[in-house]
């Protein structure tokens, strides 16, 4: 969350001149509603089963090369971690937590997973808590996106242009 994957993503499926789908865009056109409401009417666990359908739905039906940007939680599922390491070639958009928290200040209202930082008021207690609740989800999942990457990107410092030129490239010298 935060790290650019819809961006970069979005750039890398010019580069290869393929699709680009976005697994949140369609959660939230099969249900109707946004990730938000999902997650407020029915919990996350109920959210995280409509990921694992669409994920397994998708890589099932993809015939050519598609960029799939995934929700920063998608991999926290066993059976989603599991579709995406055996289906998919997986590419982690490292971030800092200090570049997450400066992509992310100010959206915590739309981004369930960050709905504890949500009610704060002083802009300097919701950074304080906004990096502390990022600390706690990368804490949590990094090792599984280590686990689950087949390579790791660093995007501190970078552009959404670099980033995607940097897989582009690495796809394009290793796909021989």
Not at 143 to 167: F, L, N, Q
């Amino acid at each position: 969350m935060g790290c650019g994957k819809s961006s970069i993503g979005r750039r890398l499926s010019e580069l290869l001149c393929c699709s680009f789908i976005d697994l949140d865009d369609v959660i939230e056109a099969k249900a109707g509603v946004g990730i938000p409401v999902i997650f407020e009417n029915d919990g996350e666990a109920a959210f995280r089963e409509m990921e694992l359908e669409e994920l397994r739905n998708i890589t099932g039906n993809i015939k050519d090369t598609a960029v799939l940007s995934l929700g920063g939680g998608t991999v926290t599922t066993d059976g989603c971690a599991e579709i995406i390491r055996k289906e998919t070639f997986c590419i982690y958009l490292r971030a800092s937590i200090s570049t997450l928290v400066q992509n992310l200040k100010g959206e915590a209202e739309g981004r369930p997973m960050l709905k504890p930082v949500s009610n704060c008021t002083s802009g300097d207690d919701e950074e304080k808590r906004l990096e502390s609740r990022i600390r706690e989800l990368m804490t949590a999942r990094e090792p599984i996106y280590e686990k689950t990457a087949h390579i790791i990107i660093d995007t501190d410092g970078k552009t959404i242009d670099e980033c995607a030129r940097a897989i582009s490239l690495y796809m394009k010298d290793n796909s021989r």
